[in-house]
């Protein structure tokens, strides 16, 4: 198994949906984890950190399932403004400091 | 809130030069990253300093040094440019090794 794996989208959704992302790991050592959103030719920024089984923050919803390794991101009532890659990002080793990123997933939310 | 720093935005050097990149990161944070991410490419981790020490490396070419200065502001040397180092360059900081990283803008480097 890859070290990070996401869906490799790309996701179109209309304005106002439910889209949900998945990412597996490897790493059975890793004790937290990120979602980071990137638009083109920017910098990730930090969407959520996931350190027990879930983080929600208004329409985000992260979860996760240490047995399965695997992270889900859950957007509701999509917004164009979310439109942009969601990155997966898992320490290396266990550690913070060493972050491997998915190759992220790719959604437009098109009105 | 200030945000990390990254100088210079754009750099455009020929094969075989040099390159400084600096990296100023959020106050008080005290630990520094530095990403690489081609065209098309996930970011890749290069190295990372805490307080000011080393503290871990990636897929960081031997070409490529870096070290972090005694106000935590950070810079990556790049020598002996070739083309596929063109990439944008990241820098990340972090209050502890521990903890969320926030990137800064990028700079972006193309080598001719």
């Known amino acids: 198994r890859k070290e990070v794996e996401q869906d490799p989208g790309p996701f179109n959704v209309p304005e106002g949906a439910t889209v949900a992302f998945n990412c597996t790991y490897s790493?059975?050592?890793?004790?937290?984890f990120f979602w980071y959103r990137q638009d083109c030719r920017k910098e990730p920024k930090l969407l959520m950190s996931v350190y027990s089984s879930g983080n929600e923050d208004g329409r985000f919803t992260a979860q996760l399932n240490r047995a399965s390794q695997y992270i889900s991101l859950l957007i509701r009532d999509s917004k164009l403004s979310d439109s942009a890659t969601y990155l997966c990002?898992?320490?290396?080793?266990?550690?913070?400091?060493?972050?491997?990123f998915g190759k992220g997933t790719l959604l437009t939310v098109n009105p | 809130a200030a945000g990390v720093i990254q100088s210079p935005r754009h750099l455009i050097k020929e094969k075989r030069e040099t390159a400084t990149l600096k990296c100023y990161p959020i106050p008080r944070h005290d630990t520094v990253y530095w990403y690489q991410q081609g065209p098309g490419q996930d970011p890749q981790f290069l190295i990372s300093f805490y307080e000011k020490m080393q503290s871990d490396k990636g897929s960081i070419p031997d070409r490529f040094s870096a070290q972090q200065f005694s106000d935590y502001h950070s810079e990556l040397n790049m020598s002996s440019l070739e083309l596929g180092d063109s990439a944008l360059y990241f820098c990340?900081?972090?209050?502890?090794?521990?903890?969320?990283?926030?990137f800064g803008p990028g700079t972006r480097l193309t080598v001719l």
């Open positions: 790493n059975s050592a890793s004790q937290s």
């Open positions: 990340a900081s972090s209050l502890g090794r521990y903890n969320e990283q926030f």
């Open positions: 990002v898992v320490p290396r080793g266990g550690s913070n400091y060493k972050l491997t």
